[in-house]
């Protein structure tokens, strides 16, 4: 990754120098920078949201997972089902990755994230596409701790209530856990295949629990759960996600390389336009000229350019001539800027200057 943001950087930094350039005076590509800015931005913006510098794996080498964890929580924070997908990468090296999971058609995505070493959750943009009875979920991971949850609602019944849940995998496992989750004031709790342990924990949570190892690529899981609940709220309250867990948080690369692009592009924006608008927009009697005469006859040894009426057109000043004044002083003709020996272009307006006679 890091020599393809060495690219990255290297083509804006030419973006740059480019649009410095056609800020100069009596360049004629200037009225297109803005045009240029426009295109700077939204290709950054294109390139960041698309990931075109990210390794990418070929689909017949789906990426190994050393371990997952399968969390199906029933009615937990929502009257929805709560799935997680929690594991490692196999590999320890070469991020990102490309990734995939299969979710229900239905499911709303909620987080599809990297886990940082410091428990930052590093939320990514995602690709989603049809794959048989499921949707299938792609993006690239940045760290080897991925993290993926959805919302689903496959609830069936109101007292007594049933869930179908299928579980496919895309990438080929060492271990794969699976718990599900028992409802807080819900009995009759049942999960087929009949599990291998049960568990609770300190908040009253009672959990049925699966070991498999070496999952091959696509091998699938069927789960039917059951118990009756004789209330619609869920198990705990929902909390508000902190500013690091969603898409677009403060450990995201990808925002803050987009926001570091457009300030370089702003800031070159600023400077161009700005330049070029004193150029057009400022009084001529700003620059650096000689005293003019207000009066309709010329005092001796004082020098009087030409009005803007008088001056010549664009198509007469293709060589604009030098214009003498008393005591040697030379200045052009199309703006009234000072001239020093030697100038073959006015350094005001850019005009060049006719060979002195």
């Known amino acids: 990754m890091s020599g393809s943001v060495s690219t990255l950087a290297q083509n804006l930094a030419r973006l740059v120098r ?208 059951g118990y009756s609940k004789t209330d619609g709220n869920p198990s705990v309250p929902k909390q508000k996600q902190g500013g690091g867990t969603g898409l677009g948080g403060s450990t995201n690369l990808n925002v803050w390389l987009l926001v570091a692009g457009a300030a370089i592009v702003g800031v070159v924006a600023y400077f161009g336009l700005s330049r070029r608008s004193r150029l057009v927009a400022q009084p001529a009697s700003s620059r650096t000229r000689p005293a003019i005469q207000t009066g309709a006859r010329k005092q001796p040894g004082v020098y009087r350019p030409q009005s803007a009426s008088s001056r010549p057109t664009t198509a007469q000043k293709t060589q604009a001539p030098a214009s003498r004044a008393p005591a040697g002083r030379v200045f052009c003709t199309s703006c009234g800027a000072e001239l020093t020996a030697g100038d073959r272009f006015c350094s005001e307006c850019g005009q060049k200057v006719r060979a002195r006679g």
Request: charged share 20%; hydrophobic share 40%.
């Open 18 to 225: 480019t649009l410095h350039a056609t800020s100069l005076p009596g360049h004629r590509a200037a009225a297109i920078a803005p045009l240029h800015l426009v295109l700077a931005v939204a290709t950054f913006a294109a390139a960041l949201s698309t990931g075109f510098w990210r390794p990418a794996l070929a689909a017949d080498e789906p990426a190994r997972f050393k371990t997952m964890k399968l969390s199906v929580w029933p009615e937990y924070d929502e009257p929805r089902v709560l799935v997680i997908y929690d594991g490692q990468m196999a590999e320890t090296s070469g991020y990102p990755k490309q990734i995939a999971f299969r979710v229900p058609k239905d499911a709303e995505m909620n987080q599809v994230c990297g886990i940082s070493d410091k428990n930052e959750h590093l939320c990514q943009l995602y690709e989603t596409k049809e794959d048989g009875d499921f949707k299938l979920i792609t993006y690239n991971v940045p760290v080897p701790h991925f993290f993926l949850e959805y919302y689903w609602y496959p609830i069936r019944g109101e007292g007594q209530r049933d869930i179908s849940y299928a579980f496919s995998t895309v990438s080929p496992m060492d271990k794969l856990e699976v718990e599900v989750q028992q409802p807080l004031r819900s009995i009759d709790f049942t999960v087929s295949p009949t599990p291998l342990t049960t568990a609770s924990d300190n908040q009253g949570f009672k959990y049925a629990q699966y070991t498999y190892d070496k999952v091959n690529a696509d091998q699938k899981l069927d789960l039917k759960i």
